[in-house]
């Protein structure tokens, strides 16, 4: 039972570059998503799934993609990369009600030229 | 917008200390969730507290939710440098888009270092 795994652990592109953040799960749950941490500002959501085929954003989508075509793999694209970019990446699988908790991964430090 | 502001940013300590960190907010929430999280890794749950005034106690940290369900405080008795890291605190209320997802806040972190 490996949880939540991330890849790349470690990034860096260029301005105007594609990539693709990987994320699985295998504890079958429903509820994914995706945050940034940056420096004073906690995380902040950026897309959520609440199942394979459903996907909606979060609080800063601009600049990014998701898609959800299983319930173990959500990956998070970067469309062309921005240093505004420049972030620690988690994605997280929930279980939800009644212990609503949060399984983060070891997270993606990408940085943006 | 929700917020959730901690206090303080950052705390250095000796081993042996207390401390307690706050969590404040003028929103109220259905739950609060206290995370911790080591240099490089994500954040892994400690608690959740549900009802106002709940109390909570994990070895030597005891949680405590407000009464009125807006605020949060995290007490470290006899700290120890194994409980150095990242301290976040998470408040869960409302939902976002139709799918019954529930809304989660972040608070800003406490940078807790614990010297031997």
């Known amino acids: 039972n490996a949880g939540v795994t991330q890849t790349p652990k470690f990034q860096v592109l260029k301005t105007g570059q594609s990539m693709t953040l990987q994320c699985a799960q295998d504890m079958n749950h429903e509820y994914m998503s995706w945050y940034r941490q940056d420096p004073g500002m906690g995380l902040r959501l950026i897309h959520y799934?609440?199942?394979?085929?459903?996907?909606d954003q979060g609080e800063v989508p601009n600049g990014y993609n998701v898609s959800r075509s299983t319930t173990e793999d959500f990956p998070l694209r970067l469309l062309s990369a921005a240093p505004s970019q420049t972030s620690v990446y988690f994605c997280?699988?929930?279980?939800?009600?009644?212990?609503?908790?949060?399984?983060f991964g070891p997270g993606t430090r990408l940085t943006v030229l | 917008t929700q917020l959730l502001e901690q206090s303080p940013q950052f705390l250095s300590i000796q081993e042996g200390e207390n401390l307690t960190v706050y969590c404040n907010s003028s929103?109220?929430?259905?739950?609060l969730q206290w995370y911790r999280q080591e240099p490089g890794e994500g954040p892994v749950l400690l608690v959740t507290v549900v009802t106002g005034g709940e109390v909570k106690k994990l070895k030597r940290l005891t949680f405590q939710f407000g009464d009125a369900r807006k605020d949060s405080s995290l007490h470290i008795t006899a700290a120890q440098p194994g409980d150095t890291g990242l301290y976040l605190c998470?408040?869960?209320?409302?939902?976002?888009?139709?799918?019954?997802?529930?809304?989660?806040?972040f608070g800003t972190g406490t940078k807790l270092q614990v010297i031997p």
């Open positions: 998470a408040g869960a209320g409302g939902f976002l888009g139709s799918g019954g997802y529930q809304k989660v806040t």
């Open positions: 799934s609440v199942g394979a085929g459903i996907t």
């Open positions: 997280a699988s929930r279980e939800q009600l009644p212990t609503d908790t949060q399984y």
């Open positions: 929103s109220v929430f259905s739950s």
